[in-house]
């Protein structure tokens, strides 16, 4: 007997997650995730994820983030129209993250289709309405921690506190006479709002994420934590200017607001303001305040209540913060792709008053990771925008287990008789837990897939691949032309104009001019000599 899975995404990446098991019954999607990233990379979410998505027998999501939930919906206009488990945390929050994540696909389309009306072009789709991510979430069917369930048919599984965010899971799953383990995300040890993680040990196969698999975090207690924040809080409003903190609207959101209400509270920053301007957040921190009980390290407060505390939701209340100096504007998305935190960039970033504290990954090709690495100039919704703000970054909000961390993860699920994956990390991330794993005897076979790969599970024994994966989705991964373009688009104005002599910037563009048009000329020639060989 044998399993077979599929890795349809967050393979040397970090989004994308989608793993696809079948067995001698049934097929089961464990997260069907949103990437995110590059432009190229973000294309591969119009292709069909799977094949025959009505026959997928079920789904089992292991936590909201759109990285792991986000193509949902698009599986369900595909055919889909089995149950989708997860704890019922999950589900609550799933509503408010799928039915945003429509909204943002519906007007991305709209920009989309008003250049492209002004260009002649034939209108695009969106790749999901509202509506497609409400019946998506209307699939949810909550089951508790530790509970067995049959996802599918000749499957079993149970779900553990991956301690990442409110109601991450690990999924544990046999079928076929295969056990295996799936990570989720892992959350770090001594993290706000959850107990560490857990699970059982002894399978045959575990696909473990890698996200920093390279990095070993310094290790700060929450009372450090708060400290490092209330420093940069207080050297921003020394300076006068706001603090744009660039925020994941689940989970991160609300560990800013308990250690600002906490602040807040103790006097140790004076009378700051803090404005949520995320609609989404302010949904997500809504289920938070209703398991609120049930969460650690509150101390007895209600955080989310707390009057230094302002959440946006209207248009015209954003807007009005561009006005406003000296304040904490709490705003996603996180890696800045998307949503108002761009908005408050374009007017901020070029303020030398302000602050852009990063506290979350920054995945390769985001507009975050631009930033943070020292853009000078960057391009936002089409406008350049220089760098002038003060960058900061505070590690210890990551909801991510680091390299240690991990490590102890995979060795609590020992022994492994097979293979052990690793998976949802940059290649450097990935290639570095690797090495220690193997070097610490973890597993007898240590696998990095490939997107688009295919690999036999069987019991006790090493994976096999019965398929390789795609080169275009490998190209695909990391940052891409794009990226070049904007860093360039951004800077060559100023470029230019370091050229003294008018004439010779002239020059200087008819020669760009030129290298364009000889890659246009060798296109034209290339598709010549192909017609002329296939008339032959």
Same mark, same amino acid.
């Given at each position: 007997?044998?399993?077979? /899975?599929?890795?349809?995404?967050?393979?040397?990446?970090?989004?994308?997650?989608?793993?696809?098991?079948?067995?001698?019954?049934?097929?089961?999607?464990?997260?069907?995730?949103?990437?995110?990233?590059?432009?190229?990379?973000?294309?591969?979410?119009?292709?069909?994820?799977?094949?025959?998505?009505?026959?997928?027998?079920?789904?089992?999501?292991?936590?909201?983030?759109?990285?792991?939930?986000?193509?949902?919906? #698009?599986?369900?206009?595909?055919?889909?129209?089995?149950?989708?488990?997860?704890?019922?945390?999950?589900?609550?929050?799933?509503?408010? $993250?799928?039915?945003?994540?429509?909204?943002?696909?519906?007007?991305?389309?709209?920009?989309?289709?008003?250049?492209?009306?002004?260009?002649?072009?034939?209108?695009?789709?969106?790749?999901?309405?509202?509506?497609?991510?409400?019946?998506?979430?209307?699939?949810?069917?909550?089951?508790?921690?530790?509970?067995?369930?049959?996802?599918?048919?000749?499957?079993?599984?149970?779900?553990?506190?991956?301690?990442?965010?409110?109601?991450?899971?690990?999924?544990?799953?046999?079928?076929?006479? /295969?056990?295996?383990?799936?990570?989720?995300?892992?959350?770090?040890?001594?993290?706000?709002?959850?107990?560490?993680?857990?699970? =059982?040990?002894?399978?045959?196969? /575990?696909?473990?994420?890698?996200?920093?698999?390279?990095?070993?975090?310094?290790?700060?207690?929450?009372?450090?934590? #708060?400290?490092?924040?209330?420093?940069?809080?207080?050297?921003?409003?020394?300076?006068?200017?706001?603090?744009?903190?660039?925020?994941?609207?689940?989970?991160?959101?609300?560990? %800013?607001?308990?250690?600002?209400?906490?602040?807040?509270?103790?006097?140790?920053?004076?009378?700051?303001?803090?404005?949520?301007? &995320? =609609?989404?957040?302010? #949904?997500?921190?809504?289920?938070?305040?209703?398991?609120?009980?049930?969460?650690?390290?509150?101390?007895?407060?209600?955080?989310?209540?707390?009057?230094?505390?302002?959440?946006?939701?209207?248009?015209?209340?954003?807007? *009005?913060?561009?006005?406003? &100096?000296?304040?904490?504007?709490?705003?996603?998305?996180? $890696?800045?792709?998307?949503?108002?935190?761009?908005?408050?960039?374009?007017?901020?970033?070029?303020?030398?008053?302000?602050?852009?504290?990063?506290?979350?990954?920054?995945?390769?090709?985001?507009?975050?990771?631009?930033?943070?690495?020292?853009?000078?100039?960057?391009?936002?919704?089409?406008?350049?925008? %220089?760098?002038?703000?003060?960058?900061?970054?505070i590690d210890s909000y990551s909801a991510h287990a680091d390299q240690s961390e991990l490590l102890d993860w995979i060795a609590a699920r020992a022994p492994i008789a097979g293979s052990l994956f690793l998976e949802h990390g940059e290649s450097g991330a990935i290639d570095?837990?690797?090495?220690?794993?193997?070097?610490?005897?973890?597993?007898?076979?240590? /696998?990095?897939?490939?997107?688009?790969?295919?690999?036999?599970?069987?019991?006790?024994?090493?994976?096999? *691949?019965?398929?390789?994966?795609?080169?275009?989705?490998?190209?695909?991964?990391?940052?891409?032309?794009?990226?070049?373009?904007?860093?360039?688009?951004?800077?060559?104005?100023?470029?230019?104009?370091?050229?003294?002599?008018?004439?010779?910037?002239?020059?200087?563009?008819?020669?760009?001019?030129?290298?364009?048009?000889?890659?246009?000329?060798?296109?034209?020639?290339?598709?010549?000599?192909?017609?002329?060989?296939?008339?032959?």
């Amino acid at each position: 007997m044998s399993l077979s /899975v599929k890795i349809h995404g967050a393979a040397r990446t970090v989004t994308g997650s989608c793993l696809e098991f079948a067995g001698s019954k049934g097929r089961l999607l464990v997260d069907c995730g949103l990437f995110q990233g590059s432009r190229t990379l973000e294309e591969m979410n119009f292709d069909p994820r799977v094949e025959n998505a009505a026959g997928l027998d079920g789904v089992i999501l292991t936590h909201a983030h759109i990285d792991h939930s986000g193509l949902l919906p #698009r599986l369900v206009r595909d055919g889909f129209a089995g149950p989708i488990w997860c704890t019922p945390q999950t589900a609550e929050l799933l509503e408010y $993250m799928l039915a945003d994540s429509g909204r943002i696909q519906e007007g991305e389309a709209e920009r989309i289709n008003r250049r492209r009306d002004r260009e002649g072009d034939k209108a695009i789709e969106p790749l999901y309405t509202e509506a497609d991510a409400l019946e998506a979430w209307g699939m949810t069917r909550p089951v508790e921690l530790g509970e067995w369930f049959e996802p599918a048919p000749g499957f079993r599984a149970r779900l553990w506190n991956a301690g990442h965010i409110l109601g991450s899971a690990s999924a544990e799953i046999e079928a076929s006479g /295969v056990r295996v383990m799936v990570s989720g995300d892992v959350g770090p040890d001594n993290k706000a709002f959850h107990p560490d993680p857990d699970g =059982p040990c002894c399978f045959d196969h /575990v696909f473990c994420e890698s996200t920093y698999g390279d990095r070993a975090r310094e290790k700060h207690s929450i009372a450090e934590r #708060r400290e490092m924040l209330a420093g940069i809080v207080n050297e921003s409003r020394a300076r006068g200017g706001n603090l744009i903190i660039p925020s994941f609207a689940l989970e991160r959101t609300q560990e %800013l607001l308990l250690d600002l209400a906490c602040l807040s509270r103790d006097g140790r920053i004076g009378n700051a303001m803090v404005f949520v301007d &995320s =609609p989404l957040a302010n #949904r997500a921190t809504q289920v938070f305040a209703r398991h609120v009980e049930s969460l650690e390290d509150t101390d007895g407060l209600n955080v989310f209540e707390s009057p230094a505390i302002h959440y946006v939701n209207d248009v015209s209340e954003s807007v *009005r913060l561009n006005s406003i &100096s000296g304040a904490i504007i709490l705003a996603a998305s996180g $890696m800045c792709e998307a949503g108002r935190i761009r908005h408050h960039l374009i007017h901020n970033l070029h303020r030398r008053d302000s602050t852009v504290l990063f506290v979350g990954f920054q995945a390769e090709g985001s507009l975050g990771r631009v930033i943070m690495e020292g853009a000078e100039r960057v391009r936002i919704s089409g406008r350049d925008v %220089l760098v002038r703000a003060q960058i900061r970054r505070i590690d210890s909000y990551s909801a991510h287990a680091d390299q240690s961390e991990l490590l102890d993860w995979i060795a609590a699920r020992a022994p492994i008789a097979g293979s052990l994956f690793l998976e949802h990390g940059e290649s450097g991330a990935i290639d570095a837990l690797a090495g220690l794993a193997k070097e610490r005897g973890l597993a007898p076979s240590i /696998v990095v897939p490939e997107i688009g790969e295919a690999w036999k599970l069987e019991p006790a024994s090493p994976a096999s *691949r019965t398929r390789t994966g795609g080169l275009e989705a490998r190209k695909a991964v990391g940052r891409d032309w794009q990226n070049s373009y904007a860093e360039l688009a951004s800077s060559l104005k100023q470029r230019l104009l370091k050229i003294q002599d008018a004439e010779a910037r002239e020059h200087a563009i008819a020669e760009m001019r030129e290298v364009l048009d000889s890659y246009a000329a060798f296109r034209e020639t290339k598709k010549a000599r192909n017609k002329g060989h296939r008339a032959r």
